[in-house]
């Protein structure tokens, strides 16, 4: 009989290293000497496990069961723990389990017996021991010399991301679904359907990898010595991602010129040429006689993912580094859920069935090969897009503008002579005060000389500016920037901590300003990153943000109310735009309140579309900056409800948006959220509350059941009254304060 003292704990304190010194399950029991009080022998409800295996944040669901593997067995909820245990404790005489089995249809546990699973890509199962619940009942079953057996795909679901080999589970899964392996999963859960499978697609898998074999496609041999770069370039309709990322942020300036390494037909040469830009591109295949000259912007886009010779692909980037006066903008292919289908496995990346090569990169891979090859630090700008600047001070200067929140110069409420008479002279003062939070050092103001000689000193300008405006509008304005620069030097921990002398003269200017010195500034952006650490602090800073749609476990905000939101807020959104970048076209983001995560939301026409459709979603886990994308490209997507509630009331279309929501929430289409989430579900309550709505307007279906009709009228406008009675009531709380404010 094994000895048992009275706690759980000690399960969870057994490491791996310590299970894989025993052979069977009740030896294991014996190290982690386990005994269950009274308390934990309640079986829970089957429809609680099913419950939490279905939102279990790790492991593989499956429509009858849900599977983990035992070095997750920690990551699930302590229900999952606690009802694992329980079979344990009854189970005996087998080998320690690979992986563990959760019935989600009966009160059952399985552990099944891979013993190469690390090393064999599809392992078979060798054995498994099933334990009733309800009976104590345990069943075992010998695989090991079955012709026959079960394998396994997918492992990485099954382990949790920092597993060591996580990364190359999940790598060879990309490969297989890019080439369409794993579709129709039903005829490869054995070894001889899988192999069938491999033999029809003509590859193998060898440590991982896929290996193609010659094989004819369009009656001609399709091998890795015949793949042809040239093909994998586009004709676009308008800039490539990267060039026009550069415009939108600025990059091109007065007499920049533009070298593009790997143009391909030339559109991005041609289009910024027609901007007035010297523009120059040199291709191996279509331009292979242009010179390769320096420039200011060198643009390497999609290059080093379609050179299949690894040294080749480093020698490009090295030498569209080397052509580099001031920004080299690299962008390539990335992993995501719309890769494009018929593709195969090929060295490190795959070959198309246009016989290109295209290496598909996870995003945090790509920006460690840029770095580890060029020795720079460099800034996502978008998802596979990334800007390296050759100037450290201006690398700096573009990451800082990146935090920046939006000002606006506070309005005149004064008449004062002075400034009436010299306004025109003091725009420009203003104008930058708006700008940088503090009043402009020697030489930073080209109206200096004219302002000094009228008003002696610019500080002295700027109180004749304050006379006629609100004090504390403009100190709103410098705090605005304090914070800025907090969240912009707590998101340079993440890389290096660059000297005082390394950023830009205005950045030094500001923070000497703003913070008195660089020591104390740091200070307090430590003290912000210290505490994004604490989940409680997030949580509550989300709960009590004045904008934003707040649900029990998110927050969630348009993108263009980020820069209003609490400081803490936007550094733990920095966190993953500035490692990972944003999902471009994002309009909504959304902030998990119970694990650190980002959510990306792109929904199409966010303002034409009352209720948008959402199309696209990246989440970014900011414990090991994983990404998962997801496309909603499908005939039932979630669609969006409460619009004004995600921004400010200064968006040019909030007194629409809120209107809408105001009278859907009279008319009780709002009540049931999980009926509405999706698009189906919302045409089905409009249905059967009799409403239509074309554009923002709502109206009653002409063609109604009168007396239904009738009724429905008579709830909505008790809601009204209601909504009307709150709002007054709420008003008159505020009325005082506001007379007394003026």
Not at 541 to 563: E, F, M, T
């Amino acid at each position: 009989m094994v000895q048992r003292d009275n706690s759980l704990d000690k399960l969870e304190e057994t490491s791996l290293i310590e299970a894989s010194k025993v052979s069977n399950i009740h030896e294991l029991n014996t190290i982690a000497n386990i005994k269950l009080p009274n308390k934990h022998k309640v079986i829970p409800e089957l429809s609680t496990i099913a419950q939490t295996c279905k939102h279990s944040p790790v492991g593989k669901l499956l429509p009858d069961a849900f599977y983990i593997h035992i070095s997750a067995l920690h990551a699930v909820e302590e229900v999952l723990q606690q009802y694992e245990s329980l079979a344990r404790s009854v189970a005996s005489q087998a080998e320690i389990p690979t992986i563990i089995k959760f019935s989600t249809k009966k009160r059952k546990i399985s552990y099944l017996l891979y013993p190469n699973f690390d090393t064999d890509p599809h392992p078979a199962l060798k054995a498994s021991i099933q334990v009733d619940l309800e009976t104590l009942e345990i069943a075992y079953r010998d695989y090991s010399k079955s012709d026959n057996p079960p394998i396994l795909h997918r492992k990485e679901t099954l382990v949790t991301r920092d597993y060591p080999l996580y990364q190359q589970f999940a790598e060879l899964t990309r490969a297989q679904e890019t080439l369409g392996l794993l579709d129709n999963p039903s005829s490869i859960g054995t070894r001889n359907g899988w192999q069938q499978r491999l033999q029809a697609y003509n590859v193998e898998i060898q440590e991982h990898r896929l290996i193609q074999h010659q094989t004819v496609t369009n009656n001609r041999e399709f091998t890795a010595r015949q793949v042809e770069r040239h093909k994998a370039a586009i004709v676009r309709n308008d800039f490539s991602r990267p060039v026009r990322l550069a415009l939108e942020a600025g990059l091109f300036t007065e007499n920049t010129t533009f070298f593009d390494y790997g143009c391909g037909h030339g559109n991005d040469v041609a289009r910024i040429a027609q901007q007035g830009y010297i523009s120059i591109g040199w291709d191996p295949y279509y331009s292979p006689d242009t010179p390769q000259i320096p420039a200011d912007i060198v643009n390497l886009g999609y290059i080093i993912n379609v050179i299949e010779d690894t040294s080749e692909r480093r020698t490009a980037l090295v030498k569209a580094w080397e052509l580099t006066h001031k920004v080299l903008l690299v962008a390539a292919q990335v992993t995501l859920a719309d890769t494009n289908k018929g593709t195969v496995a090929y060295g490190d990346g795959v070959v198309t069935t246009r016989n290109t090569f295209q290496k598909y990169y996870e995003q945090e891979e790509l920006k460690i090969y840029i770095d580890q090859v060029l020795g720079v630090d460099a800034i996502p700008v978008a998802l596979g897009v990334y800007f390296i600047f050759r100037d450290e001070a201006q690398a700096q200067l573009f990451r800082a503008s990146r935090f920046r929140s939006r000002t606006t110069t506070p309005r005149v409420r004064s008449r004062i002579k002075r400034f009436e008479d010299y306004q025109e002279l003091l725009t420009p003062l203003m104008a930058f005060v708006t700008e940088r939070g503090r009043l402009p050092s020697k030489g930073e103001l080209s109206q200096e000389a004219d302002i000094n000689a009228e008003f002696g000193t610019l500080r002295r300008a700027f109180q004749v500016i304050v006379q006629a405006t609100d004090p504390q509008e403009w100190e709103a304005i410098s705090e605005k920037r304090r914070q800025d620069l907090m969240v912009y030097l707590a998101l340079c921990q993440f890389s290096r901590r660059p000297k005082l002398g390394e950023l830009a003269l205005e950045a030094q200017e500001d923070i000497l300003a703003l913070f008195g010195t660089y020591k104390q500034a740091w200070a307090n952006a430590d003290q912000m990153l210290h505490s994004l650490g604490n989940s409680e602090i997030i949580a509550e800073r989300c709960q009590n943000s004045q904008i934003g749609r707040k649900l029990p476990n998110s927050l969630w905000v348009h993108i263009s109310a980020l820069q209003a939101l609490d400081p803490l807020l936007r550094l733990y959104e920095g966190c993953a735009s500035r490692t990972i970048g944003r999902l471009e076209q994002a309009n909504v983001i959304k902030f998990h309140t119970r694990k650190p995560k980002i959510s990306y939301f792109f929904y199409s026409d966010f303002d034409a579309d009352p209720h948008p459709a959402l199309q696209t979603s990246m989440e970014i886990d900011l414990r090991d900056l994983g990404v998962i994308y997801r496309d909603y490209e499908a005939d039932d997507p979630p669609v969006l409800h409460c619009k004004d509630a995600l921004v400010t009331p200064d968006y040019l279309h909030y007194e629409k948006f809120a209107n809408l929501t105001r009278k859907e929430e009279d008319w009780g289409l709002l009540d049931n959220w999980r009926l509405i989430s999706h698009r189906s579900g919302w045409l089905k309550c409009l249905k059967e509350n009799c409403a239509t709505l074309k554009g923002y307007q709502l109206s009653w279906q002409k063609d109604a059941d009168p007396y239904k009709l009738k009724l429905l009228r008579s709830a909505a406008q008790k809601r009204q009254r209601k909504r009307r009675n709150s709002d007054e009531n709420t008003c008159s709380k505020t009325t005082p304060s506001i007379i007394n404010m003026n």
